[in-house]
């Protein structure tokens, strides 16, 4: 019996590598196979875009069902109706790049013409995750709300 698992052992580790190979493969390759269009349709509307994420370590993970849920219950008269774009930022490289975005979750205020007029990254420090007063001050300082 010994020696039956002893001639089976190397492809026993030859199938974990491949195995972990392509798990990583397909990791790696998953934005590049997601296709991404880098236009977001405003409608000449301003709007907010969030930037999060879906995988990561537990305590990023529950930063980011926190950040979810603080967007999900924020009253849409609060942000004057602005449309909320949820994004995955892992799935979006382009927009990761063409917003500088370092890391999720995000805030982006975008005007009319699709110009970022203000950021805000969400802190784990925050009971909140996002000061959502601070963004509503900005839709009003920027005369948003009749847009």
Request: with cysteine; net charge negative; glycine share 4%.
């Amino acid at each position: 019996m010994a020696g039956v698992i002893q001639v089976h052992k190397p492809q026993v580790w030859l199938l974990l590598v491949g195995t972990i190979m392509l798990l990583l493969g397909v990791k790696v390759a998953r934005p590049f196979l997601i296709a991404a269009d880098s236009s977001i349709e405003l409608n000449n509307q301003p709007a907010l875009l969030f930037f999060n994420n879906e995988e990561g370590c537990e305590c990023v993970i529950e930063l980011y069902q926190k950040a979810d849920a603080v967007i999900a219950a924020w009253p849409a008269e609060n942000r004057a109706h602005i449309a909320v774009h949820r994004l995955v930022l892992d799935e979006r490289p382009d927009l990761q790049r063409s917003y500088d975005i370092q890391r999720a979750p995000m805030l982006l205020l975008l005007d009319a013409n699709g110009q970022v007029i203000w950021r805000e990254w969400g802190v784990a420090s925050n009971p909140n995750v996002f000061d959502l007063t601070k963004v509503e001050a900005q839709i009003r300082a920027w005369n948003l709300e009749g847009s």
